[in-house]
């Protein structure tokens, strides 16, 4: 069973700031919500994760529900360069190393 | 930044034939996958390994063996292909199983089982 939903598909346009949602209503208080971004051809990118609080790097803001059910990746300023399919997934430390992806949302960038 | 090199980039097999898709990262990470990548399933595991000579079984094992060598090296065996193995697969590293360290992916193999 999937642990993560996210939208198949999202489009904006270059300038713009996107959120991408992901829903987690199961998680337990262990996991740790990842995101990663792949575009075509190549592996994924390590983007962001985090536990409970909010976080922010170079790349994303990630804001996590205060119940951790659900995270939205915020993407400020998108560029035709940020199209990608972005995966949302849970990792735990209870020995857990099978680490799922889903088939992600895919986000398209007008010019 | 952590390496993850994948060889070779491309490979086209007959049903049948054997192929062997290598993965080395020369990061001292503990932990190595192999995920396949096929259109509506995201990425899948297949095997997976905390260290040299540890093997363990992921969520698409059928017909895939794996071999680590070293703590560098990872292997995926296909010993008799066919073609529902076409597909693209990656392989990934991590430091560790904690839930705060992320994986690092090579560039993938495509593969083609005619």
């Known amino acids: 069973d999937a642990k993560t939903t996210q939208p198949d598909s999202m489009e904006s346009t270059e300038g713009e700031t996107v959120h991408l949602p992901c829903s987690h209503a199961?998680?337990?208080?262990?996991?740790?919500i990842y995101w990663y971004r792949q575009v075509p051809l190549q592996g994924p990118e390590y983007v962001t994760h985090?536990?409970?609080q909010n976080t922010t790097n170079s790349m994303a803001f990630l804001a996590i529900a205060s119940d951790r059910k659900s995270s939205t990746l915020i993407l400020p300023h998108v560029s035709l360069r940020d199209a990608a399919v972005y995966h949302c997934?849970?990792?735990?430390?209870?020995?857990?190393?099978?680490?799922?992806f889903g088939a992600g949302t895919k986000l398209t960038i007008k010019p | 930044e952590a390496a993850v090199t994948q060889s070779p980039r491309n490979k086209v097999t007959v049903t049948g034939g054997n192929v062997t898709l290598s993965c080395r990262q020369t990061?001292?990470?503990?932990?190595m996958y192999w995920y396949r990548q096929d259109t509506g399933h995201g990425l899948r595991l297949i095997h997976y390994?905390?260290?040299?000579?540890?093997?363990q079984i992921g969520d698409v094992p059928d017909g895939y063996k794996a071999t680590r060598t070293t703590q560098e090296d990872f292997f995926l065996l296909l010993e008799l292909a066919s073609p529902s193995q076409t597909s693209l697969y990656f392989c990934?590293?991590?430091?560790?199983?904690?839930?705060?360290?992320?994986?690092?992916f090579g560039h993938g193999t495509k593969l083609s089982v005619l």
């Open positions: 990934a590293s991590s430091v560790d199983r904690l839930s705060n360290e992320r994986l690092f």
């Open positions: 199961t998680i337990s208080g262990n996991e740790y």
């Open positions: 985090g536990l409970q």
């Open positions: 997934i849970l990792r735990d430390n209870y020995g857990n190393e099978k680490i799922t």
């Open positions: 990061n001292s990470h503990n932990y």
């Open positions: 390994s905390y260290g040299a000579g540890n093997l």
